[in-house]
């Protein structure tokens, strides 16, 4: 089992930079696939950013592409997701996510879920 805790959230001005981190606690974290998944008030949880436990492959939403990385550091046990450029249509709650396949775009490939950090971006 995996449990994962979010931090880094915050209010921000449009056009400022945010990073999160979401740290997991097991000795499996580097075996999981990562995801990051956002939801604005009255939205769906939507997918944001995903990468495979070996670091090689990612998945970004259009939306955030060329604008949000995502990374993680498996001797930390910590995914990443630096958010620059924002803007007022991110904010939203974000949630990171664990999936024993293989990096997915999809809510139900993934097993496991922390209990979010809420980003503000400010026009």
């Known amino acids: 089992q995996v449990q994962l805790e979010e931090s880094g959230g915050g209010l921000v001005q449009t056009g400022g930079s945010l990073r999160l981190s979401c740290a997991a606690s097991?000795?499996?974290?580097?075996?999981?696939?990562m995801g990051w998944f956002r939801q604005a008030p009255g939205k769906e949880r939507e997918f944001v950013a995903a990468i495979s436990w070996s670091d090689i492959i990612t998945y970004y939403a259009d939306s955030v592409k060329g604008r949000f990385t995502i990374s993680r550091d498996n001797a930390k046990n910590t995914v990443y997701l630096q958010m620059n450029s924002l803007k007022p249509e991110d904010t939203a709650v974000y949630y990171c996510?664990?999936?024993?396949?293989?990096?997915?775009?999809?809510?139900?490939?993934?097993?496991?879920w922390g209990q979010g950090t809420q980003v503000t971006v400010s026009s």
């Open positions: 097991g000795r499996t974290f580097r075996s999981y696939a």
């Open positions: 996510a664990a999936s024993r396949n293989t990096p997915a775009t999809g809510i139900n490939e993934y097993d496991y």
